[in-house]
């Protein structure tokens, strides 16, 4: 089981990818790191936006698994918001 981890400086309004698409299920920990100006953070598909996307609550860390194929896509409401991801792909 390959493990990866991987930090992203976000900014406003534009989605990131944050785990690229995979031949494997991966199970994805996601933290925000946001710890003072209490930013948001949203993940989802490529289009994600504040309005459509899951939220990311600050100094969480949140489990989601994607399948083969997919990928994850997080977006912040103001600039300079980390997110923190470590990766388990399934083999």
């Not at 698409?21 to 490529?46: A, F, K, L």
């Not at 994607?66 to 409401?77: M, N, R, T, Y």
Request: proline share 5%; charged share 10%.
């Amino acid at each position: 089981m390959p493990i990866s981890t991987a930090q992203f400086t976000l900014t406003a309004n534009t989605p990131h990818q944050i785990v690229p698409p995979d031949r494997m299920n991966q199970h994805v920990c996601i933290h925000n790191h946001e710890h003072s100006q209490n930013s948001e953070i949203y993940i989802g598909n490529s289009g994600v936006t504040t309005s459509t996307g899951i939220h990311a609550v600050a100094t969480q860390t949140s489990m989601i698994t994607i399948g083969p194929g997919d990928d994850l896509w997080a977006v912040a409401d103001t600039s300079g918001v980390e997110i923190q991801v470590l990766v388990v792909k399934q083999d």
